[in-house]
């Protein structure tokens, strides 16, 4: 939201680059990212797998990321990671 509001465009890049590290190397085929809130090593997700798996608060917050991202770019990878999720 901080580029949002400021329009600086490198908080739109943060953001960007957050999501896009989190989809490529963090996400499971429902959409969901973390194992109890945590993030472990990148592209590791089979070790990773228990009953806690795509925590769901963790998935709200990448909810709100995906859409403000999809709004301001109309990039369809963002949609899809929303209704994925």
């Known amino acids: 939201m901080r ?4 329009g600086d465009a490198l908080y739109k890049q ?4 957050f ?5 490529s190397s963090h996400s499971y085929a429902t959409g969901g990212t ?4 945590v993030w472990a ?3 590791r997700l089979a070790a990773t797998l228990s009953t806690e798996n795509a925590e769901s608060c963790t998935t709200y917050n990448m909810l709100k990321v995906s859409r403000n991202l999809f ?4 990039e ?3 949609a899809d990671y ?3 999720a």
Not at 14 to 17: F, G, L, P, Q, R
Not at 19 to 23: A, H, S, V
Not at 34 to 37: C, D, I, P, R
Request: glycine share 4%; proline share 3%; net charge negative.
């Open 76 to 78: 369809i990878a963002y």
């Open 41 to 43: 090593d990148p592209k």
């Open 19 to 23: 999501m896009d590290m989190i989809n």
């Open 71 to 74: 709004r301001w770019t109309k």
């Open 3 to 6: 580029y949002e509001v400021t």
């Open 34 to 37: 973390s194992a109890g809130e």
């Open 82 to 84: 929303y209704e994925r």
């Open 14 to 17: 943060i953001a960007t680059s």
